[in-house]
């Protein structure tokens, strides 16, 4: 039973460390890109809150601080409640 209990946290852990560069890797991509995007933001930190959950969801940012929406569909097309454009 201690084998098998030690088993299973030894591969969990393995695991685990595996994955997290993977995971930091995307968020580093996404903090770069919507640096830029935000950069000419009036309210910068909601910029780069919508900024981030966008990127992470659609895994692009278009280019430049303000339009250019046609380079990533995905991130163009996400709306919130209220009909609005969701993405900076």
Avoid: Q, W
């Avoid at 890797?25 to 903090?31: K, R």
């Avoid at 930190?45 to 990127?55: A, F, P, S, T, V």
Wanted: hydrophobic share 25%; net charge positive.
């Amino acid at each position: 039973m201690k084998l098998g209990l030690s088993t299973f946290l030894l591969v969990s852990l393995v695991l685990t460390s595996s994955l997290l560069p993977t995971a930091m890797a995307g968020s580093s991509f996404c903090d770069s890109k919507c640096g830029v995007r935000c950069s000419k933001a009036g309210v910068k930190d909601r910029c780069l809150k919508y900024c981030g959950i966008c990127c992470e969801e659609c895994k692009c940012v278009p280019s430049g601080t303000y339009g250019n929406k046609h380079e990533c569909p995905c991130y163009g097309s996400k709306k919130n409640s209220k009909g609005k454009p969701k993405c900076p």
